[in-house]
Each structure stands twice: as structure tokens, then as C-alpha cells.
């Protein structure tokens, strides 16, 4: 984890997916200078980085689940 995502409060995975939205967006648009376009890319993967840590937490506990109910 980078200090940055310490410092951060943790996303939920709504927040992460809509901000994500948001900067493909901007990124999409265009207009935008290539160190603004380089923060917004670094940004998308990050929230994209969160985004994928909940959806890989839901598969271990559907997977979880699915164990212990065939045991």
C-alpha cells in the first residue's frame, strides 16, 4: 500500500467506481495538459486497483461460502 492510499480514507467500492467514471471522463475529453492527463491516468489506476480488491474480497467470500456449504 503507497502512502498515498494510507493517507486516503478507504473508498468504498460505489465511490472508487464512480470517481473512476469521472476520470475516464476528463481523460476522454481531451483538453487536458500531459502532466494533467499523466494525474489523472495515475488516479484511474489506482481507483481502479480499489475497485478490484472489492471485487476479489466478494469472490473469496462467495467462494467461502460456497465451500462451507458443500462440507
Known amino acids: 500500500m503507497t ?6 480514507p478507504k473508498l468504498s467500492y460505489e465511490q472508487a467506481r464512480e470517481e473512476l467514471g469521472r476520470v475516464v471522463e476528463r481523460l476522454e475529453a481531451g483538453g487536458t495538459s500531459l502532466e494533467e492527463s ?3 491516468w495515475q488516479r484511474g489506476e489506482e481507483l481502479a486497483a480499489v475497485c478490484q480488491r472489492w471485487l476479489d474480497g466478494a469472490r473469496a467470500k462467495l467462494d467461502a461460502a460456497r465451500e462451507a456449504r458443500t462440507q
Open 38 to 40: 499523466l494525474a489523472l
Open 3 to 8: 502512502t498515498e492510499q494510507k493517507a486516503q
